[in-house]
């Protein structure tokens, strides 16, 4: 490794680590190795290759010591042709070995990289809602990349840089203690005239990083979230762009501030460093000449030292950060961990069952829920903020009962907040009550299988989110197996094959990041379609609140009844024409439900329903107006 490489390396070590002084964690060194297991074999061949590089490193110093040597002392021109040859061989040798070991070293480094990503990303996909609706995305991609990429730098880094440095090291310093120890002593010396103001200027340097490491996270998760479409539409709408881009203006001038700082505190420790080694070197062959002259020491003698102080410093410099490297590697790791140890709350019981054939019905029995509080499901790191809230959620659902008969349709209604999405993310547990049960077919859904939730229960979401991707793509999201017959059949019957058929690329247009190129009455059908393809027995649909013009209403409508057909509905209604549908209606009022009956029966009890009827269907130019 060239002395300047290794120089970056250890202000960059210094740099980054000052912060985690922590002592090592016996447990994470045991994950660690565990991760690395599967490479052990590549790993010992790298250590093998690593102590062949250091023997012939110092190998050639001493043949140069021998040419000066046989030079001096005369003897015949073979012994020097066939040193140099031996040095030519060396050379060549050192270069294949340097190569194989980079190689090994890659795949190691890229094998962990892609053993912890693919850990993480299956970890991550498996947690719980709450968790994704307390991370910010981009703090969780930051860990995903970042991080994942720290421990694996850190790890090849600490392989290649301290078991190489360690091996060459003792090797170049026992040679030259061999040739002259009190040459080799006075050369030392100069080493901490060096080593400790590059410290100092390291703890300094690590405090500029950090800072920039934030503004970069900060600009990052700024640019993720305001140039989504419905993040710029708010800006637009609402917000001070000119205000925006000072503040970004003001964190980006900061990193370049903090950039050409780090840049000359870099180059000034590689010029000191590179002017210890010329000082130590105009010592050795100071002192090496005057041996040389009172006839202590041969002349050869003296170019094998200088030669060796040359490779003496790159790896002693480099193990003064060694310790820094580790602890670095230690929390890239932690960190790493931090999020592999998050406890899914939710996950599929071990018997997990099945339901079987025909239609099912939906029951809740006094079912208590309050959303579960941040410690439980998230980390502080990846909110952005500085501790969790450890409250507990208020109780959402206070003793929630109700069934749906199986093929039936039960509407709720209520006012906004009430609890009625929150029903809804239980059937397909996106959440566990706290206490009472949901049940599907009789069966509790704590004791269904991930899959024949998901085979069973079809819902639409309130916002009916779409990815930016193809039409095609987002429905075949509910059943990859699904014809071309079946997309037009699926999209036919939430009245969108004209549109489909009239957009550019058909099947395969884009439909914009969350689907922001279609209208909101569209986007809603393009939800019913993936619906209907899936076929569940169970649907779920939380009305989307936006309002909808006539033609769409009706649409729409004629979409939801294909829906609904045969199937056992929990319907979030916002809707007249829904709510009259429903076998079932269920007014929700701040997490109970408060009055139950048919829309005849509860228009003739005259109580919240008939208020909410009132107030937001009977005008019939208001019918598609949120109720509540
Ligand atoms: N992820 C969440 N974490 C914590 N509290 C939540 C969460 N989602 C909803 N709540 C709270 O739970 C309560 C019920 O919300 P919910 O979404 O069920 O209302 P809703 O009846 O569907 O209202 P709307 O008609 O406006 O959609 C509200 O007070 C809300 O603030
Ligand atoms: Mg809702």
Request: aromatic letters at 6%.
């Amino acid at each position: 490794m060239s002395m300047e490489a290794t120089a970056w390396t250890q202000l960059h070590n210094v740099m980054n680590a000052q912060a985690d002084r922590r002592p090592f964690d016996r447990n994470t060194l045991r994950r660690i190795a565990a991760f690395a297991r599967p490479h052990r074999r590549r790993v010992a061949l790298f250590l093998v290759l690593s102590v062949a590089t250091a023997l012939l490193a110092v190998a050639t110093p001493v043949l140069a010591g021998r040419v000066v040597n046989a030079i001096v002392t005369g003897e015949d021109g073979g012994t020097v042709t066939r040193l140099s040859l031996l040095i030519a061989v060396i050379a060549v040798a050192e270069a294949a070995l340097g190569l194989v070991g980079r190689w090994l070293s890659a795949n190691l480094g890229e094998g962990l990289i892609l053993d912890l990503r693919t850990a993480v990303f299956d970890h991550v996909q498996r947690m719980p809602i709450a968790f994704f609706t307390r991370t910010r995305t981009g703090a969780l991609v930051s860990r995903l990349n970042n991080d994942v990429i720290g421990a694996q730098r850190a790890f090849s880094n600490t392989l290649s840089g301290v078991v190489s440095n360690v091996v060459t090291l003792l090797l170049t310093l026992g040679v030259m203690l061999s040739i002259s120890w009190q040459i080799t002593a006075l050369a030392l010396v100069l080493l901490p005239v060096f080593v400790l103001p590059a410290r100092r200027m390291g703890t300094r340097m690590a405090r500029l990083q950090r800072e920039a490491a934030a503004h970069n996270a900060a600009m990052g998760t700024r640019m993720t979230e305001r140039f989504s479409a419905p993040g710029a539409t708010l800006i637009k709408l609402f917000g001070r762009p000119a205000d925006e881009s000072a503040e970004f203006a003001a964190r980006a001038g900061r990193v370049r501030d903090i950039g050409v700082r780090t840049a000359m505190a870099q180059s000034a420790f590689i010029t000191a460093l590179t002017l210890v080694s010329a000082l130590a070197l105009a010592l050795v062959y100071g002192l090496g000449g005057f041996y040389a002259l009172r006839g202590q020491l041969d002349a050869g003698a003296v170019v094998s030292l200088a030669l060796l102080l040359t490779r003496l410093y790159a790896p002693l410099t480099a193990l003064a950060g060694a310790r820094v490297e580790v602890m670095s590697a230690l929390v890239s790791f932690e960190r790493v961990f931090e999020v592999l140890d998050l406890k899914p709350l939710i996950e599929e019981k071990p018997d997990a069952r099945t339901i079987p054939e025909g239609p099912v019905s939906v029951e809740f029995d006094d079912v208590r829920f309050g959303y579960p509080s941040a410690d439980k499901v998230s980390l502080a790191s990846l909110e952005d903020v500085a501790a969790l809230d450890t409250r507990g959620g208020s109780e959402v659902l206070r003793g929630v009962s109700f069934r749906a008969e199986p093929g039936r349709t039960v509407a709720l209604v209520g006012s906004s907040g009430a609890g009625k999405s929150t029903i809804a993310q239980l059937l397909p547990r996106l959440y566990d009550t706290d206490e009472g049960s949901v049940r599907i077919g009789g069966i509790d859904v704590r004791d269904l299988s991930a899959d024949t939730l998901r085979d069973t229960l079809g819902m639409v979401t309130q916002d009916g989110h779409l990815f930016h991707e193809s039409v095609r793509a987002n429905l075949l999201l509910a059943r990859p197996e699904s014809t071309e017959e079946d997309l037009w059949d699926a999209l036919r019957r939430s009245r969108l094959d004209g549109l489909v058929a009239s957009l550019p690329d058909g099947l395969d247009t884009v439909v914009g990041e969350r689907g922001y190129r279609l209208s909101g009455g569209e986007r809603q059908r393009l939800t019913i379609a993936r619906l209907l393809l899936a076929r569940q027995r169970v649907v779920i649909l939380d009305e989307a609140t936006a309002h909808l013009d006539n033609t769409s209403e009706a649409a729409v409508q004629e979409a939801l009844t294909e829906a609904l057909a045969g199937r056992t509905a929990v319907v979030i209604a916002h809707r007249l024409s829904t709510v009259r549908a429903a076998d079932l209606i269920l007014v929700v009022e701040d997490g109970q439900i408060v009055e139950r009956g048919t829309h005849e029966e509860l228009l003739a009890a005259g109580g919240r329903y008939e208020e909410l009827y009132t107030t937001q269907f009977e005008n019939p130019g208001t019918q598609a107006a949120e109720l509540g």
